[in-house]
């Protein structure tokens, strides 16, 4: 009878501690940033301010999106079309006015977009962070400005799954092209880089 509760109690304590472990595969797909919501009051300098959006590379220095207590995940999907997408998002919200032609270009490379899940009892922790590397080009095509600009997240959650995840990572990627769009430094470098 004591061996059959002890089975019982230890398959139990097995089911909840499975039931808090994230269920991500060996893949996850790099997910789409959301429309910005942040207060847009006090950006005036950025009206009117024309620039393209040119490309952003991958250059992270492995393709490990998360890693599950120690297990690694790679990425699926483009992840410089998401940070593109994303600018391009965050500029407008701004005010500024999207070009093709004779306008200052923003690119740069992904150097970090990845999150830390730790699966524990009675909740999970993720930690997520997202560093960018930012140039500004002149309509001429010469570079006139580098900045890095980076964005974290971080959540506790009973169940972390792929989903779960997947909004850690697009809160740091997005607070990271918040950061620069936000940047004084950055927004008048784009004001000076038009070139008649």
Avoid at 23 to 38: D, Q, R
Avoid at 154 to 164: K, R
Avoid at 174 to 193: N, P, T
Wanted: aromatic share 6%; hydrophobic share 40%.
């Amino acid at each position: 009878m004591k061996r059959d509760v002890t089975a019982f109690l230890s398959t139990c304590f097995f089911l909840l501690l499975s039931g808090c472990a994230p269920e991500i595969g060996l893949n996850l797909t790099v997910p789409s940033l959301p429309e910005p919501e942040f207060s847009v009051e006090s950006m005036d300098t950025t009206s009117g301010v024309k620039v393209r959006v040119g490309k952003f590379i991958d250059a992270r220095p492995d393709q490990t999106v998360v890693v599950i207590d120690g297990r690694r995940v790679d990425s699926e999907g483009d992840l410089g079309r998401v940070v593109e997408e994303g600018f391009e998002r965050n500029l407008r919200r701004v005010g500024a006015r999207i070009a093709v032609l004779n306008a200052p270009t923003i690119e740069g490379k992904v150097a970090d977009w990845s999150a830390t899940v730790q699966p524990g009892f009675p909740t999970s922790e993720g930690q997520a962070v997202a560093r960018l590397k930012v140039t500004v080009r002149d309509s001429k095509g010469h570079p006139i400005y580098h900045a890095t600009f980076s964005g974290e997240s971080t959540t506790s959650h009973p169940m972390l799954g792929s989903s779960e995840v997947q909004k850690l990572l697009t809160q740091a990627m997005s607070s990271a092209i918040e950061a620069a769009v936000k940047d004084e430094d950055f927004i008048s470098q784009l004001s000076r880089g038009r070139i008649n």
